[in-house]
C-alpha cells in the first residue's frame, strides 16, 4: 500500500531534518531518483523547512527586511513544492497508463499526489503536537489540550492513509481515472505577474 511506504519515509524525513534542526541543512535523500520513494523523500523535506520558515516569520519582533527575506524564501519553497507534487503525480500517470477506465469511471476531487501532499503535511503536524504534549516548561492545560488535538490529527493520518489507498485501489480497477491540471502558478512567473513584467509603469 502506498500510504504505508509514504508514511514511513515522510516519519523518516522528519526524524532526518530534526537531527540538526537547520532549515538550509543539505538534503541527504537515501532513495535511488528513479523511484517514488525519492519523490516522497523530497516532498516532505521541502516541507519541514518551510514548516520551520513559517514559525521564523511569525516572530512579532523580526526585523522588516528579515521578514521579506523569508517571504521570498518561503515563495520559492511553495514552488519547490507545488513541481514536486507534479512529479509525483507523473509517476502515477506513468504507472496506469495502460488501465482503462471502465464506461462509468469518475474522476477525484484531487489526484493522488496532492492528497500525499496533506499526509506530509499531516506528518510534520504530529510531530510538532506531539512536542507540545511533552513539554516541562507549560501548564496541564496546555498539555491536554494538545493530547487531545494529537489524537485527531493521529485520526486523520489513519483516514486519509486510507482514503489514498483505496484511490489508487479505483484507479487500477477502472472505476476512477487520474486527470492533473498543473498548477499553473502566476506570481512567480514574470510573464504572468503584472508587477514583474512592468504593468502600469509610466
Not at 41 to 66: F, S, T
Not at 83 to 111: G, M, R
Amino acid at each position: 500500500m502506498i500510504s504505508n511506504i509514504a508514511n514511513q519515509v515522510f516519519q523518516q524525513v522528519v526524524e532526518d531534518y530534526h537531527l540538526h534542526d537547520e532549515i538550509y541543512h543539505p538534503i541527504n535523500n537515501p532513495y535511488s531518483k528513479d523511484t517514488v520513494e525519492h519523490l516522497l523523500y523530497l516532498k516532505c523535506w521541502i516541507d519541514a523547512m518551510q514548516w520551520h520558515m513559517e514559525d521564523v516569520i511569525r516572530n512579532p519582533e523580526i526585523d522588516p527586511v528579515e521578514a521579506l527575506k523569508w517571504k521570498r524564501a518561503i515563495d520559492k519553497s511553495n514552488q519547490d513544492r507545488t513541481d514536486t507534487v507534479e512529479y509525483i503525480d507523473s509517476y502515477f500517470l506513468d504507472k496506469y497508463k495502460n488501465i482503462a477506465p471502465q464506461e462509468e469511471a469518475k474522476i477525484n476531487t484531487e489526484s493522488p499526489a496532492w492528497a500525499l501532499d496533506r499526509l506530509s503535511i499531516l506528518t510534520l503536524k504530529i510531530y510538532h503536537m506531539k512536542e507540545e504534549t511533552e513539554r516541562k516548561d507549560t501548564s496541564q492545560r496546555h498539555i491536554d489540550s494538545c493530547k487531545e488535538k494529537l489524537a485527531v490529527l493521529l485520526e486523520q493520518q489513519r483516514d486519509l492513509s486510507t482514503s489514498i489507498d483505496q484511490l489508487l485501489l479505483d484507479i487500477e480497477n477502472g472505476s476512477k481515472y487520474m486527470k492533473v491540471y498543473k498548477q499553473m502558478k502566476m506570481y512567480n512567473d514574470p510573464n504572468l505577474n503584472p508587477v514583474l513584467y512592468g504593468k502600469g509603469k509610466k
